[in-house]
């Protein structure tokens, strides 16, 4: 079975958002070993410079790196990835263990973004749309995305 790795950052303390999430993380355990590794985000000042940024970025993504399983497939969640339709993103999850890999890792970077250090290290740079979401959103929007991947892999009626 697929091990299926969500990191993420910032703390979500909306019940609705966590709800949401947990209920795709529950249906993904028919499919897939689903882990989420919820990381502190670096405080910043109220109107941080660009080296503060940066900093926070270097300091993050070593967190980051560190989370991610050996042998995972790495996707940064990026705003300038390339973008896929569900049917594409499920053919790519399909092929994680045909590429060699034991398991895909999906990162969530902070309201900053990722580190060019993480960019770099990932495997595929992925954006769902060149529109901004909040990350309480977004991430219950991958996680769905992630569901929906597996039912079109498994031929389920969801995806219809």
Partial sequence: MLSVDLIYLG????KHYNDAADEYIKRLSAFCMFRSKNL???RLSPQPSQ???SAALEKEGKRILESVPDRSYKIA????????SSEEFAALIESVPQRGYSGVSFIIGSSCGLSDE???KCDLKLSVSKMTFPHKLFRVMLLEQIYRAFSIISGGKYHK
């Fill in 11 to 14: 703390n979500e303390k909306d």
């Fill in 118 to 120: 993480v960019k770099s």
């Fill in 40 to 42: 502190k985000d670096e």
């Fill in 77 to 84: 969640m990026c705003i300038e990835g390339k973008q896929m």
């Fill in 51 to 53: 080296n503060e940024i």
